[in-house]
């Protein structure tokens, strides 16, 4: 009987130690995602570089005056929906064959200014919340 409780504590410890959202800021931006990402630095010239990975998943941002726009994600290979995030005109792209192309979101803060921030997921409904979650400071 001993055995069944302590497996029973075990396992309810277990399911309580979910992935909490934890709130992300940047120097330009911000946004929430699961405890488990970390944030890590990247060496960039005419931008901020960096992301935040799980292990699993990369999302990699560029926020400067080149970032990349989703030019190459077409109607045929992506969905493409434009929306307006936290004031800004977004765009925001995902494979229509789930794994088989680039996530992300574009937003265009100002003249110098315009934010990517993309990656690779077969978790796409994860990666869609992280980049739904972004916030321009």
């Known amino acids: 009987m001993k055995t069944f409780f302590s497996i029973l504590a075990l396992l309810v410890v277990l399911a309580c130690k979910k992935d909490q959202p ?15 990402w970390k944030k890590f630095e990247a060496q960039g010239y005419d931008s901020k570089v960096g992301g935040i990975t799980n292990g699993k998943d990369t999302l990699r941002y560029d926020m400067g005056m080149y970032s990349y726009s989703f030019t190459k994600e077409t109607n045929a290979t992506h969905h493409r929906t434009e929306t307006v995030q936290n004031g800004y005109k977004t765009l925001t792209v995902w494979p229509k064959k789930t794994g088989q192309g680039l996530i992300g979101i574009y937003i265009k803060v100002d003249d110098l200014r315009k934010l990517s921030i993309y990656g690779r997921s077969k978790d796409e409904d994860e990666v869609l919340k992280i980049l739904a979650s972004v916030k321009i400071l």
């Open 22 to 36: 934890t709130p992300m800021a940047f120097d330009d931006f911000s946004f929430v995602a699961p405890s488990s």
